[in-house]
């Protein structure tokens, strides 16, 4: 009987992961593990959950999402989440697409850094996310689909 | 004890420099304590270490008379959870210090809302730094409760929708069987 959903938390070192443990109420006892980029963030990780690193990567070195991309894809396969959460970056991104395709729901959390639209993230993964919020209820507006629920900081 | 931080991921000489010289024409007369990155710049002026982790992060914070730092939300998040005074210069893309310019949308906007000071060039530094003397920010309440009780509700429906997919399942086998 599907009881626990496997939840992916996935957010790149930095204020992302700070956000994510934020919301660490709607996650904390389940079935959940970290993708991030950094081993500087994982031991403030590891007392939740496993945690995988992946290289950090972003629009301008094309080459580094590749291996990004590879990180992530031996996690889906070695991983099997029902879900994945995300509040950004690349990481996010990569994590919900390869997520999505072995059949996940994606959740994704656009950051507070994000006041004046959605991230790039935000916008890539929109089309096949289950579920995307933003902190700012401007942005919420100029998207559809997009709910405001409040600001994780 | 002013605490300067870039954050966890870039090195941001442009502030650690602007520091740095701050203390040196003793615009800052308070002792600085930095978190610089992986930097080659060697501060002349403060005490320095390139990370930190969270724990020693959070303390230094805690203890500081205020905080300067990078405009990022991790940095921005802790400094407001300590309700502590903090100024921040934005990275700009333009000086290769980020990828666009989201923290200078985000420091003009917390510092609209009264949250934070924002130096956005080097030069400004100095006003910011005797506004911040008398600079009283705007206590800023996190919702985080409210977004996680969002996340969990889906997560619920979720688990409800395949308990009942599961249970349709078991009952067509059953008829199957008959």
């Given at each position: 009987?599907p009881r626990?959903?496997?939840?992916?938390?996935?957010?790149?070192?930095?204020?992302?992961?700070?956000?994510?443990?934020?919301?660490?109420?709607?996650?904390?006892?389940?079935?959940?593990?970290?993708?991030?980029?950094?081993?500087?963030?994982?031991?403030?990780?590891?007392?939740?959950?496993?945690?995988?690193?992946?290289?950090?990567?972003?629009?301008?070195?094309?080459?580094?999402?590749?291996?990004?991309?590879?990180?992530?894809?031996?996690?889906?396969?070695?991983?099997?989440?029902?879900?994945?959460?995300?509040?950004?970056?690349?990481?996010?991104?990569?994590?919900?697409?390869?997520?999505?395709l072995?059949?996940?729901?994606?959740?994704?959390?656009?950051?507070?850094?994000n006041?004046?639209?959605?991230?790039?993230?935000?916008?890539?993964?929109?089309?096949?996310?289950?579920?995307?919020?933003?902190?700012?209820?401007?942005?919420?507006?100029?998207?559809?689909?997009?709910?405001?629920?409040?600001?994780?900081? | 004890?002013?605490?300067?931080?870039?954050?966890t991921?870039?090195?941001?000489?442009?502030?650690v420099r602007?520091?740095?010289?701050?203390?040196?024409?003793?615009?800052?007369?308070?002792?600085?304590?930095?978190?610089?990155?992986?930097?080659?710049?060697?501060?002349?002026?403060?005490?320095?270490?390139?990370?930190?982790?969270k724990?020693?992060?959070?303390?230094?914070?805690a203890?500081?008379?205020?905080?300067?730092?990078?405009?990022?939300?991790?940095?921005?998040?802790?400094?407001?959870?300590?309700?502590?005074?903090?100024?921040?210069?934005p990275?700009?893309?333009?000086?290769?210090?980020?990828?666009?310019?989201?923290?200078?949308?985000?420091?003009?906007?917390?510092?609209?809302?009264?949250?934070?000071?924002?130096?956005?060039?080097?030069?400004?530094?100095?006003?910011?730094?005797?506004?911040?003397?008398?600079?009283?920010?705007?206590?800023?309440?996190?919702?985080?409760?409210?977004?996680?009780?969002?996340?969990?509700?889906?997560l619920q429906?979720?688990?409800?929708?395949?308990?009942?997919?599961?249970?349709?399942?078991?009952?067509?086998?059953?008829?199957?069987?008959?």
């Amino acid at each position: 009987m599907p009881r626990n959903l496997r939840v992916c938390l996935a957010a790149s070192a930095g204020g992302h992961i700070s956000e994510l443990l934020q919301l660490e109420s709607c996650w904390r006892g389940r079935d959940c593990f970290f993708v991030t980029t950094s081993r500087v963030v994982e031991g403030q990780l590891t007392r939740f959950g496993r945690v995988y690193t992946v290289p950090e990567s972003n629009r301008q070195h094309p080459v580094r999402v590749l291996g990004t991309l590879v990180g992530c894809l031996r996690i889906v396969f070695a991983e099997r989440p029902a879900v994945v959460l995300s509040t950004g970056a690349a990481v996010g991104c990569l994590m919900a697409l390869l997520g999505k395709l072995a059949g996940a729901r994606i959740i994704w959390i656009d950051s507070i850094a994000n006041v004046e639209r959605l991230s790039l993230s935000g916008r890539l993964v929109r089309p096949f996310a289950d579920l995307i919020l933003t902190q700012w209820p401007e942005v919420a507006q100029q998207y559809d689909g997009v709910e405001y629920a409040g600001h994780v900081l | 004890m002013i605490f300067l931080t870039v954050g966890t991921v870039l090195p941001f000489d442009r502030l650690v420099r602007a520091v740095d010289q701050a203390i040196e024409t003793r615009l800052i007369t308070r002792p600085v304590f930095a978190q610089i990155g992986q930097t080659a710049l060697r501060p002349r002026n403060m005490e320095w270490v390139a990370t930190l982790e969270k724990s020693a992060f959070d303390r230094k914070v805690a203890e500081a008379d205020f905080v300067i730092g990078h405009a990022g939300m991790g940095s921005v998040m802790i400094a407001l959870q300590h309700r502590k005074r903090l100024l921040v210069m934005p990275r700009m893309r333009q000086y290769g210090e980020h990828v666009n310019d989201h923290q200078v949308a985000d420091a003009r906007r917390f510092a609209e809302l009264g949250y934070v000071l924002v130096a956005y060039e080097s030069a400004e530094l100095p006003s910011r730094l005797r506004q911040i003397e008398s600079f009283i920010p705007v206590p800023r309440r996190s919702q985080a409760d409210q977004v996680a009780q969002r996340i969990a509700r889906f997560l619920q429906e979720m688990e409800g929708s395949l308990l009942r997919k599961h249970n349709s399942f078991c009952l067509g086998d059953l008829r199957g069987l008959r």
